[in-house]
């Protein structure tokens, strides 16, 4: 077995490390993977960053032109901790943040790591009922918001029913002069540059984040992350495969984990985060080759784009995918040179799964690949118990640096864990190898005549066809079988949505699908609603809805209803 590196040595540099477990076998690269000795907190591993290579870019903000060495990343994050903490933010605080993706989200959220504070991320697109949910929630004494969402602010102080954090605790961002609030760039400004902040370090079992899911149906939950779980997940990521990775995308909001995680991947390889402004399915391959990224997360509906020129002329390293039908994984590796694996994770544990880049007689399989560093998983039934291998049941995780649980949620704490392990309402199989397979959710099934539906089965076969851009499937209570199939269609070409339409997908389904997988009512949209995990919120699609059979082609009758 190859040695590796002493834990004292093996972040000077990381690079030499990470050859060393080129060199080893999976098990060996886990093993030494899960021997690494940690940075002391988020805010040591900038420091190490900063002091290894002080003039590397930190982050690139590409479009708005806006850059930040490791050197200037440090000095800054002491110089907005500072400003927090003048404020009155201290050790333990919990605060608000509602930004867009601009230089000062990683910075407020590395500041607070600094002092030891913990980050409530919210979504830009939350309302003001939304927003004054989740700081009541959470807690929240501070909030840091963009002068965007002042409409959102104003209408959660005016309809707060809980807790709300008072006028003098909340900063804006970009916000003109003369406000009655506090504003960000003049707290920064009246912090003198050079400071460094100094006060209770925290540990690798220090809250960091109240990090709320993206639920589907009511309202979301928030997981309670530690120093350890990001310390961890941006490792994980950034050595489990042995390879370099010096230029790196964040092309989802802030707001969510992924951008966070790599910042932290970004950092342990004194690499670049490139961060885009916004998504965007039609620049992101342009993206790729502009800033020659060695790894991203890549979304399945850059594939619908149109072919262009120069496509392959990447150099990635490592693409994650998640979801993405086993049918397109060939083409998509070869139409953008990209060696893209599935994966699998979640907010409450990190990443959970993944597939190893050299495991390449899986492409196509649909296998979401075997536990990552620091993670173990069983297959149970109902009762917890383990399930034979090919046999369908939930997913359960454990392992150092999960969620230390949802805040303020003991019914969800005691309904969410078999003992020390999380439930992560996923139903799997493992085949005889020890890989894993995602069959769909516990509760995103159709229950049909007896026989149970997954969701994302349907709504795989329903995406493998080139005129559709995105299906979704949920059931509709039937007084004969319990609940019927309807699919939710989003056609690649709106003005197709038709008969014509209907009768291809209906085909196409009748060979794909057993007799009662077909959906039995088909509605279009003109959008799938996604939340800011870009998982389907399908909570939006029939909210409001008596009746989810009006609007609907009934594929039985044969009529529109």
């Known amino acids: 077995m190859t040695q590796p590196m002493p834990a004292s040595d093996t972040r000077l540099p990381i690079d030499r490390w990470v050859d060393e477990l080129a ?22 591993l900038i420091r190490e960053a900063a002091a290894q290579t002080p003039d590397t870019t930190a982050l690139s903000f590409f479009e708005a032109g806006r850059t930040l060495t490791y050197a200037e990343l440090d000095r800054m994050v002491d110089r907005v901790a500072l400003a927090l903490a003048a404020q009155g933010v201290a050790f333990g605080d919990k605060v608000g943040v509602m930004l867009p993706n601009i230089p000062e989200f990683p910075l407020c959220w590395l500041a607070l790591m600094r002092i030891g504070a913990v980050m409530v991320p919210v979504n830009l697109r939350y309302t003001g009922r939304e927003l004054a949910y989740v700081l009541d929630d959470s807690q929240a004494r501070f909030l840091v918001i963009h002068d965007t969402c002042a409409e959102q602010l104003r209408a959660a102080r005016a309809g707060a029913a809980g807790s709300f954090p008072a006028d003098e605790r909340i900063v804006l961002v970009g916000a003109a002069a003369g406000g009655a609030l506090a504003r960000f760039e003049d707290i920064v400004a009246a912090t003198a540059e050079g400071g460094r902040y100094e006060g209770v370090e925290p540990g690798h079992d220090t809250l960091a984040n109240i990090q709320y899911t993206s639920g589907t149906t009511g309202f979301p939950k928030g997981c309670m992350l530690t120093h350890r779980y990001w310390l961890g997940a941006g490792l994980v990521n950034a050595v489990r495969d042995g390879k370099r990775f010096h230029r790196v995308l964040a092309a989802t909001p802030f707001f969510y984990m992924d951008p966070q995680w790599l910042l932290i991947l970004a950092a342990y390889h004194r690499g670049t985060l490139f961060v885009a402004a916004r998504q965007s399915a039609s620049r992101f391959a342009g993206w790729l080759r502009e800033h020659r990224i060695n790894f991203c997360l890549f979304p399945e509906i850059v594939m619908k784009q149109p072919e262009a020129p120069g496509e392959r002329l990447t150099e990635l390293r490592r693409a994650n995918i998640y979801g993405v039908r086993k049918q397109a994984h060939a083409r998509l590796r070869e139409r953008f040179n990209a060696p893209a694996m599935e994966a699998f994770g979640m907010t409450e544990v990190g990443p959970c799964l993944y597939m190893p880049l050299d495991a390449t007689d899986m492409i196509g399989s649909g296998s979401c690949g075997i536990p990552a560093p620091f993670r173990q998983v069983r297959i149970v039934d109902e009762t917890g118990a383990d399930v034979p291998a090919g046999e369908i049941g939930e997913l359960v995780v454990r392992g150092p640096g999960i969620m230390q649980g949802y805040y303020r949620r003991e019914d969800a704490n005691r309904d969410s864990f078999f003992g020390e392990w999380f439930r992560t309402g996923d139903l799997f199989r493992r085949d005889e190898r020890g890989y894993h397979y995602i069959v769909g959710r516990l509760k995103d099934m159709v229950r049909r005549a007896g026989e149970n539906i997954a969701a994302r089965e349907v709504e795989a076969v329903l995406r493998n066809m080139d005129e559709v851009e995105e299906a979704a499937v949920v059931p509709v209570p039937d007084p004969t079988r319990g609940e019927e199939v309807k699919a939710y269609i989003q056609p690649r070409d709106p003005a197709e949505a038709g008969d014509a339409l209907i009768g291809r ?40 809805r008596a009746d989810l059979r009006q609007g609907s082609f009934d594929r039985v009758e044969g009529r529109w209803i």
Do not use: D, W
């Open 23 to 44: 060199r080893m076998s999976v098990a060996e690269r886990h093993a030494a993977i899960e021997a690494y000795r940690f940075p002391a907190n988020i805010g040591s």
């Open 505 to 544: 997908i209906l085909a196409h389904c009748a060979g794909n699908l057993a007799a009662f997988k077909v959906p039995r009512y088909l509605e279009f949209v003109s959008e799938i609603p996604r939340t800011a995990s870009q998982k389907m919120a399908k909570s939006k699609l029939v909210e409001g």
